[in-house]
């Protein structure tokens, strides 16, 4: 028992329960994995309001769909002078969801590729979600999501597959006013009818909900796709991937994950055209989507030298084959890295209070 999460850095766990807690197990024990990255920094301003939205929306998720869900939060790069995340929010127990959080201290922060002094990497984080997740699913998401009505019946009806990525549509984040449907805007402490009536996307058949077939993705553009509803392009496809992508654990470990280098933004666009034209994996993309978005001011947009550079990538070189952009083998996931040394931290707990 944890008796104050003020004090989470000075927990000791042994060799053994580390590796335990960390393990991914031989096969899943979970249905779905939830994989967010973030740290304690009031990113973009009110990070509190809307992380604690998002834990609430995935425990509601797990409490409607009666499915068992993992919520995998990758702590990145801590900030020495505020609370953690255990410390800083809250977490209901459910018989149906469980909570882990893997923490990347500084000392292995500092010796990770960097561009622009970026205090975070979201996708090599996402990489090690993927690594160590439980579920037999994971969808790596963002801390500024609420799950909507269509995922919980997709959820509830098990219509995912293996060897499949599933996208969605999502409305461009730089709308702040006249919002659509999947951008919200939810007031200081929501209830949980609030919240999940927040992102409803529609009406549903609950228990049969259908999938779309996949789609033939492309980096021509659209005046020279001749037939839309079976073929789209890439950047409309991906576009905003990076709040939902979803698939089997182990299709993820195909194209290994998003391409480390050290920086924000494009990867979630680039594994995609890995995924489908390199590893020839289908694609399912979904419209209305799976999530909303909560409106907050794009300030990953200022830091310009934290953006990957892919100004030499011609996407139509990927698709015809020509060019290859994958991790190397044993090379992502924080693999190369003695992790247990460099402390690595790993908490599991079930959330509630105790009297």
């Not at 469980?98 to 002094?117: A, D, F, M, Q, V």
């Not at 839309?228 to 195909?254: C, P, Y």
Request: with cysteine.
């Amino acid at each position: 028992m944890i008796e104050n999460t003020a004090n989470i850095e000075q927990i000791q766990i042994s060799r053994d329960q580390w590796e335990s807690c960390l393990s991914p197990g031989i096969s899943p024990t979970e249905y779905l994995s939830i994989v967010i990255v973030t740290r304690v920094d009031n990113y973009a301003g009110g990070q509190h309001h809307r992380l604690q939205n998002f834990i609430d929306s995935a425990y509601i998720l797990a409490e409607k769909t009666r499915e068992r869900i993992e919520l995998l939060i990758i702590e990145w790069n801590p900030p020495h002078d505020k609370r953690r995340v255990i410390d800083a929010f809250r977490f209901r127990s459910s018989n149906f969801l469980k909570y882990r959080i893997i923490t990347i201290p500084n000392s292995l922060h500092t010796i990770i590729p960097n561009r622009g002094k970026s205090p975070l990497h979201e996708f090599e984080g996402k990489n090690v979600g993927i690594r160590f997740a439980r579920g037999e699913f994971v969808v790596c998401t963002n801390q500024d999501d609420i799950w909507s009505h269509n995922f919980h019946n997709a959820i509830k009806s098990r219509v995912f597959k293996k060897d499949i990525i599933y996208v969605q549509h999502q409305d461009h984040h730089n709308i702040h006013e006249n919002l659509p449907p999947s951008i919200v805007k939810l007031n200081p402490f929501p209830s949980d009818e609030i919240i999940y009536n927040s992102c409803a996307l529609g009406d549903q058949d609950w228990g049969n909900y259908q999938l779309p077939h996949p789609i033939q993705v492309t980096s021509r553009n659209n005046p020279e796709i001749k037939n839309r509803s079976t073929t789209m392009n890439i950047l409309e496809v991906a576009d905003q991937a990076g709040d939902f992508t979803m698939a089997h654990r182990d299709t993820w470990k195909i194209p290994r994950g998003y391409r480390e280098a050290g920086g924000v933004a494009w990867m979630d666009i680039e594994f995609i055209c890995t995924a489908t034209w390199t590893k020839q994996i289908p694609v399912v993309y979904v419209k209305p989507g799976f999530t909303c978005h909560q409106e907050h001011a794009n300030i990953w947009e200022s830091n310009k030298e934290a953006i990957n550079d892919n100004s030499a990538i011609d996407m139509s070189q990927i698709e015809r084959g020509e060019k290859v952009y994958m991790n190397k083998e044993g090379e992502w996931a924080l693999e190369n890295y003695d992790i247990y040394h460099h402390g690595l931290s790993c908490i599991e707990f079930q959330g509630g209070l105790v009297w």
